[in-house]
């Protein structure tokens, strides 16, 4: 099985690290966040990776390269454009999945202590054409429902919501989902998959946090830093 990860995009939400380097080698301790997730795969024995590469790409397979022959991992970068949409990244990885009914697909800056063994063993029981790895959050603001007549008919204080964590299960029919490059996963084919009852929702509850933010790296470097990190399950 193959695990597939996003690294292409430009990271703009990062402009203060971004503008140098590509988020998936924004450090989280010693090494880049993208290894990170690497070691919490191969942690539950996937060490074959697709890693799919845009902005600054050389970069990034410079880095992880090295990396590959420490931990005995196969990998294989994928030049994916530049700007092309995270639909189309999966697109153009398709001849490189080979015999596997399935694989794994993620983004470069998302962390998480999620069992993905049990993760496949939902998708298989489910049976589905993708799985997406549901993360519980809070909304940071309350909720108003109006009506026509301008008056609040419904008031909710930050109700918990799900939310995408990124960690994914697809098997190979997701790529009838996906027309070009144009082609927005996130929006296009996850919308598609739910209204034809193909996504499947595994709820994990543990921990989990993205790198969109520098008040994001600086809270998850200093669970590392303490020794306080759940994702490290290796």
């Known amino acids: ?20 380097k590509p988020k998936p080698l924004i450090r989280i301790g010693p090494k880049p966040i993208i290894w990170h997730i690497m070691k919490i795969y191969s942690a539950h ?22 990396e590959a022959k420490i931990q005995n991992w196969n990998i294989k970068f994928v030049k994916t454009g530049l700007k092309t949409m995270t639909g189309g990244r999966i697109k ?9 009914n399935f694989f794994f697909m993620s ?14 063993s939902f998708h ?13 959050q809070p909304s940071r603001f309350g909720i108003l ?30 790529f009838s989902y996906i027309k070009n490059d144009n082609t927005i996963f996130e929006k296009d084919c996850l919308t598609k998959l739910s209204n034809n009852r193909q996504l499947a929702s595994y709820k994990h509850h543990g ?25 490290k399950i290796w």
Request: glycine share 8%.
């Open 1 to 20: 099985m193959k695990l597939v990860l996003l690294a292409g995009g430009f990271g703009t939400r990062f402009s203060e690290e971004t503008k140098k």
């Open 45 to 66: 024995g996937i060490k074959d990776f697709i890693i799919c590469l845009g902005y600054k790409g050389e970069m990034i397979k410079n880095t992880i390269k090295k």
């Open 92 to 100: 153009r990885i398709k001849n490189f999945i080979g015999k596997d």
């Open 107 to 120: 983004y470069g800056d998302g962390l998480c202590n999620v069992n993905i063994k049990k993760l496949i």
């Open 124 to 136: 298989l029981r489910k049976k589905k054409i993708a799985t997406i790895t549901a993360i519980r």
């Open 145 to 174: 429902k109006i009506n026509k007549s301008n008056i609040v008919t419904e008031c909710r204080e930050k109700p918990l919501n799900y939310i995408n964590g990124g960690f994914f299960v697809l098997s190979k029919a997701i």
């Open 207 to 231: 921990f989990w946090s993205c790198m969109d933010t520098l008040k994001e790296k600086i809270h998850i470097t200093k669970l590392w830093n303490q020794k306080n990190c759940p994702w």
